[in-house]
């Protein structure tokens, strides 16, 4: 079965200070994984994905994640964070034509 | 708006009674997505519509769950005889062509069934 695990349900990080998220998945076969962001009040946004092709992938807003088959990972990282980065972030990977969610990761931004 | 609407935003609901839920996707977009989204927990796949092809259903959880698409635009949601385990907020996505292809997500309807 596809599931995706996102390790800590909340992260705070102080404003420009590099940020991580964790997103790990269970998987045989090298999966489509997704980060999307959902802003407060906003609904579920593209961060970045992974196709199968560059295993570093690049997003908007300054993040990337960088697929690790050996640690079955997919962590989201940005060098610096900012104020507006707070938001609820979730890993995501596509089997078919069904996606599994993780459950979220609340980012706050500590000036 | 060019994107996914959703209505209503909030629903709230007594015990047994039915609801519906719409979702106007993004003009054009082929592709339909419900998920449930519980407090505390990732969004779970419902259903997914594409084209004209048979939906995918095998995410309903009980046959209380109903989905309709008209060709390619409004779906409708339907929960039938409410439990207080179906609060939830309920999102919907469109993509252009299928499942390949990214999902635009709208704001969701918040149920609440007390």
């Known amino acids: ?19 991580l998220l964790r997103c790990n998945y269970s998987s045989s ?44 990972s997919f962590h989201l990282t940005k060098p610096s ?31 | 708006g060019a994107g996914v609407s959703q209505s209503p935003s909030n629903k709230v609901t007594e015990k047994g009674k039915d609801v519906e839920l719409r979702c106007d996707p993004i003009s054009g977009h082929t592709a339909l997505y419900w998920y449930r989204q519980r407090l ?6 419902l259903i997914y519509f594409q ?19 008209t060709g390619e635009s409004v779906s409708t949601l339907t929960i039938q005889r409410t439990q207080q385990e179906d609060s939830a907020v309920y999102l919907c996505a469109s993509s252009l062509r299928g499942s390949s292809d990214t999902q635009y997500f709208g704001p969701g309807t918040r149920l609440t069934v007390l």
Request: some cysteine.
């Open chain 1, 1 to 19: 079965a596809q599931s995706v695990t996102q390790l800590g349900s909340h992260v705070s990080v102080s404003e420009g200070a590099l940020v």
């Open chain 1, 81 to 111: 964070a900012h104020m507006s980065d707070a938001a609820e972030y979730f890993c995501a990977v596509r089997r078919g034509n069904q996606f599994y969610f993780g459950t979220g990761t609340s980012l706050t931004v500590i000036p």
């Open chain 2, 51 to 69: 084209g004209n092809s048979a939906p995918d259903k095998s995410g309903l959880p009980s046959d209380r769950f109903s989905a309709e698409r």
């Open chain 2, 40 to 45: 505390g927990q990732g969004l779970e796949f």
């Open chain 1, 29 to 72: 076969v090298p999966p489509y994984l997704f980060w999307y962001v959902q802003y407060p009040n906003q609904g579920l946004q593209l961060l970045l994905k992974y196709t199968s092709a560059a295993t570093l992938v690049k997003g908007i807003n300054g993040f990337e994640a960088e697929f690790k088959k050996s640690e079955t």
